[in-house]
Every structure is written in C-alpha cells, then in structure tokens.
C-alpha cells in the first residue's frame, strides 16, 4: 500500500524572511491596540467626553497601522510557502484597514447630517460598524487558517497550529460580540439606553474576545519571528 503524499512546499517567488519580520512588527502594533481597547471595555480607564473620541482615535489608528503590517506577513505566508489563504488574507487584511481609516475619519469628523432624522442616523452608524466587524470577523478566520495550512513549513507545527485556533476561537467571539451589540443598540428606540443585562453580555463578550485577540497576536509575533523560510538553491559556480 504506497504512503499517503505528504504536502510539498511550493514558494510563489523568491522567499523572503523580511516580509514575516514586517508582520512581526504589526502583530506588535496590534498587541498594543488590544491592551488599549481591553482598558477601555474593562472600564480601567475613565473616559469622559473630551477624552472619549481621542482615545478611540488612537486606539483605531493603533489598528490600522497594526493590520497594516501585519498583511506583510500573510503575502509573506504566500511568497515562501505557496498558501492561497495567504493571499486572501493578505487582501482582505488590506480592506479592513481600510475600512476602519475610514471609520476613524467618520467619528472625528462626527456632523449630525441628518438632524431630523437622528434615530435613523445612529441606525446608519451601527448597521455600518456592525459591518466592518463582521468583514474583520472573516479576516481573522483566514488568518487562523493560513496558520494552520502552513503548520508543517514553518518549522514550528505545535506554534502554527496554536496560532491559528486561537485567531479562529476570538474570531468566533468578535462576531457573537457584534451580533448581540448591534440586536442591543438598534432593538431600542433611543439607540443607546439599553437593557442592563444585555449591556452586561455584549462587554462580557467585548473583554473576551480582545484578550483573546492579544493572545493570538502574542503568538503570530512569535511565530513571524520564528518561522523558517525556504533556502534558495546555491548558485552553480561557473
């Protein structure tokens, strides 16, 4: 009976160890903006109308730059391994940041265009944030599973395969976080003022799924910087 094929490793290109460093440094980025967003959601930190849309500013542009780099590492997954997941990733990481710039703009800018309308303007706003989540929801599954697709190259299999359940175990909790946070906002007719059980669930769930978010990231910058690459074949000497 022949052997079951053990995957091959096919690079798409020349490798290199300079694109996982890169993401390295935007896992790092995104370690911190979860610490930021955790001190927020765990009420470490007080925040009080002049303080409360700068400190999300930073916290969202902490982000931005974070996911940023961090899609280096996944192109990377996909330059030295051959993973397509890497590849989306790569690009879905790239809208998502995107959208969160965006996103980011809005709240700074913050007008009231629609004055008259306030109730369905906060409607607006909630059904759009529960969109960038939901499109940051599967970015993070995909990440999950580039870690797992490519445990067996990486040289650090129970690493890779840690890595990827946990981004896929937050990922799971960011999207019942968003469901249950967008049921309670748009669910009452003020859009703010809601059922104190339920406000208790949805920041139950936000605290969760950003420790895990650090977690997970504390192991992507590890596994960036560990990872091996494939060596190039020596040149033939003439």
Known sequence: MSAVAEPS???????????FIVGAVGCIINTIAAIWFFLAYARI?????????????????LLVIGLSLASVGYIGARRNYGSGVGTASFAITIVVSILF??????????????NDYYEEYQLLRSSIFATIYEIFFVMVILWGV??????????????SLATGIM????AVFVDIWIA??????SGNSHLV?????????????????TLLFFVSQILATTLFFMAKVP???AKPTT
């Open 9 to 19: 490793l096919v690079p798409k290109g020349r490798s290199s160890k300079a694109l």
């Open 45 to 61: 930190i007080r925040l009080g109308s002049v303080s409360y849309t700068s400190y999300w500013t930073i916290g969202y542009v």
């Open 101 to 114: 710039l965006l996103w980011t703009i809005w709240q700074i800018m913050d007008y009231p265009f629609f």
């Open 146 to 159: 580039t870690h797992i697709t490519t445990r067996r190259f990486t040289g650090k299999l129970g690493l």
């Open 167 to 170: 981004l896929i175990l937050a």
């Open 180 to 185: 249950l946070w967008f049921v309670a906002f």
């Open 193 to 209: 003022i809601y059922n104190s059980l339920l406000r208790e669930i949805v920041d139950a769930f936000e605290l969760i799924w």
């Open 231 to 233: 060596e190039l074949p």
